[in-house]
T-cell receptor
């Protein structure tokens, strides 16, 4: 049973464009929703995170939109840059136990 | 401050061999987890621990054992390696419903 579904699997965006990645979860007990960025050969690193009492969080070019009633959240990357090319994972967490989406490979073309 | 240290970085095992993947953290975090990452499947939780002496199974625990005798260390044991255990293994720590910090990973190949 996949508790966190992520889409799309891959995404190609032109430099300066907007990248959007979506996730949906099933378990309403989750109370922490992070996005991780992973470069080849490295471990995932936190990009931005949100808690369910907030509908949107913005940090620089990165924004999370959270819809509690729909059990969905998304990552928006504004002004996408070639350096943003990486794999992105959404996750849903509770008490130190995280469930991850399958990942989105983002390629930003110069 | 090293954060989360995993050893070894690479390992090749023969089917049936056993080995231990080491994970050590210096962040004084209570929560530690082991994940495996396979192409197109994201990270799947193998085992996790909410503190010294307490462990529990995750999504894919079969073939793996863990123990947590100290806050700092959380080793993952493969009892009898199988080709299906070929994967990249990540150890992670967190303070509790906050950011997870990952090690650099161990790339394991079972032949």
């Amino acid at each position: 049973q996949q508790q966190v579904k992520q889409s799309p699997q891959s995404l190609i965006v032109q430099k300066g464009g907007i990248s959007i990645i979506n996730c949906a979860y099933e378990n309403t007990a989750f109370d922490y929703f992070p996005w991780y960025q992973q470069f080849p050969g490295k471990g995932p690193a936190l990009l931005i995170a949100i808690r369910p009492d907030v509908s949107e969080k913005k940090e620089g070019r990165f924004t999370i939109s959270f819809n509690k009633s729909a059990k969905q959240f998304s990552l928006h990357i504004m002004d996408s840059q070639p350096g943003d090319s990486a794999t992105y994972f959404c996750a849903a967490s509770r008490m130190g136990k995280s469930t991850f989406g399958d990942g989105t490979t983002l390629t930003v073309k110069p | 401050n090293a954060g989360v240290t995993q050893t070894p970085k690479f390992q090749v095992l023969k089917t049936g061999q056993s080995m231990t993947l080491q994970c050590a953290q210096d962040m004084n975090h209570e929560y530690m987890s082991w994940y495996r990452q396979d192409p197109g499947m994201g990270l799947r939780l193998i085992h996790y621990s909410v503190g010294a002496g307490i462990t529990d199974q995750g999504e894919v625990p079969n073939g793996y054992n863990v123990s947590r005798s100290t806050t700092e260390d959380f080793p993952l044991r493969l009892l009898s390696a199988a080709p299906s255990q070929t994967s990249v293994y990540f150890c992670a720590t967190e303070a509790g419903n906050t950011e997870a910090f990952f090690g650099q990973g161990t790339r394991l190949t079972v032949v």
